[in-house]
């Protein structure tokens, strides 16, 4: 089992900037994916950006440019910096992480609000 817990949502103009973070605990490591999902009021989650244990790196389109996926194995920590926030960022934003033999697991969410 993992479990994981986000910090760092909140309120913030549009063209400013947030960090997430999101802290693991559990059976750390056995993870071999970390990254970030979010989702619009009744939508599913969408993929934000990953991340291997070896570093690379994934992205969807509409962040690229804007937001930086990292990760802390030796603190089984990972990050999201969101700058250049847009409206349309607006979401709660989960924390992910799969196990090596295929399991996922989601933190509780944390609301990022951009206003205009």
């Known amino acids: 089992q993992v479990q994981l817990v986000e910090s760092g949502g909140g309120l913030v103009q549009a063209g400013g900037s947030l960090r997430l973070s999101c802290d693991a605990s559990?059976?750390?490591?056995?993870?071999?994916?970390m990254g970030w999902y979010r989702q619009y009021p009744g939508n599913q989650r969408d993929l934000v950006a990953t991340i291997r244990t070896g570093g690379r790196t994934n992205y969807t389109d509409s962040v690229k440019g804007r937001f930086t996926i990292s990760r802390d194995n030796a603190e089984n920590k990972v990050y999201l910096q969101m700058s250049s926030l847009k409206p349309e960022d607006t979401a709660v934003y989960y924390c992910?992480?799969?196990?090596?033999?295929?399991?996922?697991?989601w933190g509780q969410g944390t609301q990022v609000t951009v206003s205009s």
């Open positions: 559990g059976s750390t490591s056995s993870i071999n994916s």
């Open positions: 992910w992480a799969r196990v090596i033999w295929g399991n996922a697991y």
